[in-house]
């Protein structure tokens, strides 16, 4: 692993970046929010890259710092609404 491009974001292309300005202007297609969504979790979190750097113990965090991103939003992601909402009600 290059230490010093560890730390460095990915490239991320055109259709990327056009799909992430028009989520923020709210003009998302379904396709570009899941592109959005890939991009962040896949590319800027690096949730499937590895996160330990045998060479320095602060790039490893730096990696976990970002892949916690990614978890949260999947823990989102993958949350049942419906026994959330019952769970709410019944409070």
Same mark, same amino acid.
């Given at each position: 692993?290059? %230490? !010093?491009k =560890?730390? !460095?974001?990915? #490239?991320?292309d055109?259709?990327?970046?056009?799909a %992430?300005?028009?989520l923020n202007?709210?003009?998302a297609t !379904?396709?570009q929010?899941?592109k959005?969504l #890939?991009c962040? %979790?896949? !590319?800027?979190?690096?949730?499937?890259?590895?996160?330990?750097n045998?060479? $320095? $113990? @602060?790039?490893?965090?730096?990696?976990?710092?970002? @892949?916690s991103?990614?978890s949260? /939003?999947?823990?989102e %992601?993958a949350?049942? /609404?419906? #026994? /959330? =909402?019952? #769970?709410? @009600? $019944?409070q």
């Amino acid at each position: 692993m290059d %230490i !010093k491009k =560890s730390w !460095k974001v990915p #490239k991320i292309d055109f259709d990327e970046t056009a799909a %992430i300005q028009a989520l923020n202007r709210g003009e998302a297609t !379904k396709e570009q929010q899941e592109k959005v969504l #890939k991009c962040i %979790i896949e !590319k800027m979190c690096g949730y499937n890259d590895e996160q330990f750097n045998p060479e $320095s $113990s @602060r790039f490893t965090d730096y990696h976990l710092g970002r @892949r916690s991103v990614a978890s949260l /939003l999947l823990k989102e %992601i993958a949350i049942d /609404l419906v #026994k /959330l =909402s019952e #769970k709410r @009600r $019944s409070q």
